[in-house]
């Protein structure tokens, strides 16, 4: 659905490249997502595949257009998050909705059905400047998917929601994800990135650092351990690997002194850190 090979990119007026020299692939039905601190590249990145800075170096083929030489017909087959709303102040998330509809000349989804989805049926008529952060995303979120697009680009979906809106849109996601959609989404959130991505790419400083699926980088990621609480409250821990062959871990366990037994897997966080020697912040 799009590759990227060797893409780079220069703002005007700087000394060096924000984007250097990535290459990746999006299979269609797949979510892909950036994950990176602030500063990256990410939204950089996600507004060259969507067009809107076409003076790139290397090659964006999206759906089998390259980018810099797409025609109107591009948008009609995309939907677009962006990472800072931007909406009528004046009218109402129903009014913004019908106005977006305008420009397409594919089918749209009716703009309640889709206020109803994220939960803004009743504010749908209250004017978008009395909308608080969370409300504007959701809306935002909601003009990406008026044109029922094949690609959705999302740029930090979740940002400012509340744990109960951002759960509602990470199963709109996948409830995309089924219905055969290709998602593309940016996000500093590594939970975000591990629940919902079949791919992250691991960005920071315009170069990605490493693409794989957040499963199998958890479970390569290096020794995990198995830790024991006694009742006593004292912990000890022991490498998972032959465990059996441990002869004080099993001496433990014939025992009835045991209150506890878990074990620590690395998280993505703790990964993206050895990887690229930066955190997510
Ligand atoms: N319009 C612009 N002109 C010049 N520099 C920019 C512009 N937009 C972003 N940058 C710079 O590009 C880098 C990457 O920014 P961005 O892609 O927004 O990062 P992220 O989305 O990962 O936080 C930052 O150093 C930022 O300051
Ligand atoms: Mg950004």
Do not use: W
């Not at 990176?36 to 257009?65: C, F, H, N």
């Not at 079949?198 to 830790?227: H, M």
């Amino acid at each position: 659905m799009i590759k990227v090979k060797n893409l780079s990119y220069r703002f005007k007026g700087k000394e060096s490249n924000t984007i250097k020299d990535i290459t990746f692939d999006v299979e269609e039905g797949e979510i892909f997502g950036f994950l990176g601190p602030s500063g990256a590249g990410k939204s950089t990145t996600q507004k060259i595949l969507i067009g809107l800075l076409g003076d790139y170096e290397g090659s964006v083929r999206v759906m089998g257009t390259e980018v810099k030489e797409r025609n109107r017909d591009f948008y009609e087959r995309i939907g677009i998050a962006f990472e800072f709303p931007n909406f009528y102040h004046k009218l109402s998330g129903y009014e913004n909705l019908e106005l977006f509809k305008g420009p397409y000349s594919v089918p749209t989804i009716p703009a309640m059905e889709l206020l109803k989805l994220v939960g803004l049926e009743i504010d749908a008529k209250q004017r978008f400047h009395s909308y608080s952060k969370g409300m504007k995303m959701r809306l935002n979120f909601c003009r990406a998917l008026l044109n029922d697009p094949d690609i959705l680009f999302l740029d930090e979906p979740t940002s400012g929601l509340d744990p109960v809106n951002a759960k509602k849109l990470k199963d709109i996601i996948l409830e995309k994800k089924k219905e055969g959609k290709t998602i593309i989404l940016t996000t500093h959130n590594m939970q975000l990135a591990e629940e919902l991505c079949d791919r992250v790419a691991f960005i920071v400083d315009g170069k990605i650092a490493l693409i794989d699926s957040p499963k199998r980088l958890k479970g390569s990621g290096g020794e995990k351990r198995i830790i024991v609480e006694s009742k006593e409250g004292t912990i000890q821990n022991f490498p998972l690997e032959d465990v059996r062959e441990n002869k004080e871990f099993m001496a433990m366990l014939n025992t009835n002194s045991i209150a506890t037994i878990s074990t620590k897997v690395k998280s993505l966080e703790e990964i993206f850190i050895e990887v690229t020697g930066r955190s997510l912040i």
